[in-house]
């Protein structure tokens, strides 16, 4: 089955400057890749997505991007703010609909005023 | 659009009681939803899939008779908990699929006393 390893664990950042987490999977026929954001208490929320067909996407301060041929994808969050500070799961699936999704272990990003 | 719900948000029982947890997709059918469980700090563990009109599908080591299942319509998946113990007190969190993409409940904190 697929195996998704996500790092660093914990990440610290000054406010303002960028954030990038990093994931890989082991099944190459994965081509759906979400990232979620957990806030503590709550339940994850879908902040950006990629399928395999492209390479980058991105949605104001936050992009991901895939690298097929090596198996890895990350997320980028640019001009970090207080409110960012949350654990971030990236996740794999082979996207043949209604499919289980294989998730990495998370991080814990800490933004520092 | 693309909201999911749960009630109740917190419940805390006592040791031997039932305890139900619904999941509802507020404005779109759901021909699957997905359980799942997590514990403090770290990543979600799927429980089992549930399919609208069919018996849900669990993951290897849930006992089936102990986390009951019943997607009785395309908008709503219920777990219930039986027999509760407090090795059962976790955040569980419900999903379901839309556009090939899932999205989470805010999840349940059930403590068992």
């Known amino acids: 089955g697929e195996n998704v390893e996500q790092h660093p664990s914990t990440l610290s950042v000054q406010e303002g400057d960028s954030a990038v987490i990093k994931c890989t999977y082991s099944?190459?026929?994965?081509?759906?890749f979400p990232w979620y954001k957990q806030e503590l208490g709550k339940g994850p929320q879908l902040i950006i997505d990629?399928?395999?067909?492209?390479g980058e996407k991105k949605d104001q301060r936050i992009a991901v991007t895939l690298n097929k041929t090596a198996k890895h994808f990350s997320l980028h969050i640019t001009e970090t703010q207080p409110e960012d500070s949350a654990v971030y799961f990236c996740?794999?699936?082979?996207?043949?609909?209604?499919?289980?999704?294989?998730f990495g272990t998370g991080t814990r990003l800490t933004i520092i005023p | 659009g693309a909201v999911v719900s749960q009630h109740p948000s917190w419940v805390i029982c006592k040791s031997g009681t039932s305890v139900k947890i619904e999941c509802r997709s507020l404005d779109f059918q759901a021909t699957t939803m997905f359980w799942y469980r997590q514990f403090p700090k770290q990543s979600l563990m799927l429980m089992a899939t549930?399919?609208?009109?069919?018996?849900?599908?669990?993951e290897q080591g849930v006992e089936k008779d102990k986390f009951l299942i019943n997607h009785a319509s395309l908008t709503l998946s219920t777990l219930t908990v039986t027999s509760a113990h407090p090795e059962d007190s976790s955040f569980y969190i419900c999903?379901?699929?839309?556009?090939?993409?899932?999205?989470f409940g805010p999840g349940t904190r059930l403590t068992v006393l």
């Open positions: 996740a794999a699936i082979i996207d043949f609909g209604n499919e289980k999704l294989t």
């Open positions: 099944d190459s026929a994965s081509n759906y």
């Open positions: 990629i399928r395999s067909n492209v």
């Open positions: 549930s399919n609208e009109g069919s018996k849900a599908t669990y």
């Open positions: 999903s379901a699929s839309w556009t090939d993409t899932q999205y």
